[in-house]
């Protein structure tokens, strides 16, 4: 399972280096265009904004199952290691509950406003939610995988 997470992580690596790219693209543009023709594009901004959120999703599960996200262990490093399992599997219950909650508040909004486009480039809710999801999908997994392994006891490298 350690596998298959690595190797998803790859790939939302690189469809975030994608979005990241084109989040630089929009922004240049719009400098360029703001400096020197004294004009922007809201459809550059909305998508700027959508190519920093995107990332943001798809990153974060990607940090947390290579275990290269913030993590503050100062207390934790000088608790015997019987309680230090306790901690993580408390840490890790609490990310897969907090997966959880959004991908079930995400359903719930898209219950309603599925079909509402954004409103610059119109694109619907549907499509724009496919990189949250999948960035909290594979976060729930993740910290899933990680809680099963605290509560076994087992340690798997990074």
Same mark, same amino acid.
């Given at each position: 399972?350690?596998?298959?997470?690595?190797?998803?992580?790859?790939?939302? &690596?690189?469809?975030?280096?994608?979005?990241?790219?084109?989040?630089?693209?929009?922004?240049?543009?719009?400098?360029?265009?703001?400096?020197?023709?004294?004009?922007?594009? @809201?459809?550059?901004? &909305?998508?700027?904004?959508?190519?920093? @959120?995107?990332?943001?999703?798809?990153?974060?599960?990607?940090?947390? @199952?290579?275990?290269?996200?913030?993590?503050?262990?100062?207390?934790?490093?000088?608790?015997?290691?019987? @309680?230090?399992?306790?901690? &993580?599997?408390?840490?890790?219950?609490?990310?897969?509950?907090?997966?959880?909650?959004?991908?079930?508040?995400?359903?719930?909004?898209?219950?309603?406003?599925?079909?509402?486009?954004?409103?610059?480039?119109?694109?619907?809710?549907?499509?724009?939610?496919?990189?949250?999801?999948?960035?909290?999908?594979?976060?729930?997994?993740?910290?899933?995988?990680?809680?099963?392994?605290?509560?076994?006891?087992? &340690?798997?490298?990074?």
């Amino acid at each position: 399972m350690h596998t298959f997470l690595r190797r998803t992580g790859k790939y939302f &690596e690189n469809i975030s280096l994608v979005f990241l790219l084109l989040l630089l693209a929009c922004v240049l543009i719009q400098i360029i265009m703001r400096n020197f023709f004294d004009s922007g594009s @809201v459809k550059l901004e &909305e998508l700027a904004r959508i190519c920093l @959120v995107s990332l943001v999703f798809l990153m974060v599960p990607v940090l947390i @199952v290579d275990k290269q996200h913030i993590i503050v262990d100062l207390f934790i490093n000088y608790l015997p290691s019987k @309680v230090r399992r306790i901690f &993580e599997a408390v840490i890790q219950s609490l990310s897969f509950g907090l997966a959880v909650f959004l991908l079930y508040s995400i359903r719930q909004v898209m219950l309603r406003n599925w079909s509402v486009s954004t409103p610059a480039l119109r694109m619907p809710n549907s499509i724009l939610y496919i990189p949250i999801v999948l960035g909290l999908l594979f976060m729930a997994l993740g910290t899933f995988v990680y809680l099963l392994d605290a509560i076994r006891n087992k &340690e798997e490298a990074p």
